[in-house]
């Protein structure tokens, strides 16, 4: 019997923008929040929301039938509430917000995406620099509350997978750490909280210094956290047991990569370990669907950044001099790779 064919799951991923543009729009709309842990009916929310009759049940419907939004009863009455997942991630007031980088997705990358197939052919980044020259970095660090809401969105999406990090890494051998790009310190705050011994650096531009020093001061952890300011391009990074960079190599060319990793390993003891967080693609390049997407962004947002794999950072370490890695898979398709100097 010949096996009938459908196209079903071709349609979904073809047409597969416009559940993301309504969660992304009722995002950006703040609409989670807006709700928080109340119940609103759509006359009402529509209302807080300033939208037209139109498009109010169609809109929430269809964030109902998504899996975004609760609702009981129907029609007109009907009551409207967050999810478990939306409340706890999608509400800005909430600590779990990761709704920063989903406001950034929104912002810049859906329109910079349109232009995917420019830059397979060209091989050159679509982001702001085709209108300005200025690469993205110059630009966010132009313009402070673009600024913030790129280190809000990084924040929110790398939690989860510093947490799980800050857990399972065994850190009772070492004593000090430094997290280069550190932006607001989260990793440094996450492993200073979860283990007392340690003595953090984070380590960023000096523009960065007064948003991590906000966010260091409201952890109560200044004391056990420096902020150290600095470009990992330019300067050696200050010396620790632990060296970690988290969402950062993928940032830059081959070239660049191996010298952010000669770096680490001149600013490590003999035992020191450097660690790169990212979204380790598999070795045969077949199953991490998003850290293969990560790296066409990276095609789009800087032209030869990309991201990669397990294999690829044991082969620019071991280059470097490091003697043995392994990978920690962290959460969904996130991962640290971990290098060790002896």
Known sequence: ?????????ILNMGFGFWPSKVLLTAVK??????????????????RELDLHPRGIWDFLDTL???????????????????????????DEN???YIGGILEMANDRLYRFWNDLETALKTGQPQNEIRYSQKSMFETLYEDLPRLEQFMGAMRGISLGNFQVFAQKFDFSRYRSLCDVGGATGLLSTLVAKQHPHMRCTSFDLPVVE???RKYVAEAGLADQINLVSGDFLKDPLPKADIVTMGMILHDWNLEK????IRLAYEALPENGV????????????????FGLMMSLNMLVEFGDAFDFTGADFWEWCREA??????????????SAAIAYKS
């Open 1 to 9: 019997m010949v096996e009938e064919k459908n196209p079903s799951r």
């Open 29 to 46: 709309m703040a609409l989670f929040t807006r709700l928080g842990d109340r119940s609103m009916t759509g006359e009402a929310l529509g």
């Open 64 to 90: 109902v039938a998504l899996g975004f939004l609760e609702r009981s009863g129907v029609g007109q009455d009907a009551l409207y509430s967050n999810t478990a997942e939306t409340g706890s991630f999608l």
């Open 94 to 96: 909430k600590p779990g």
């Open 210 to 212: 007064p948003i991590a």
């Open 257 to 260: 990569k191996k010298h952010l």
């Open 274 to 289: 450097f660690v790169a967080i990212e979204n380790i693609i598999d070795d045969e390049r077949r199953t991490n669907a």
């Open 321 to 334: 001099g490091f003697k043995r890695y392994e990978i920690m898979h962290l959460a969904g398709p996130c």
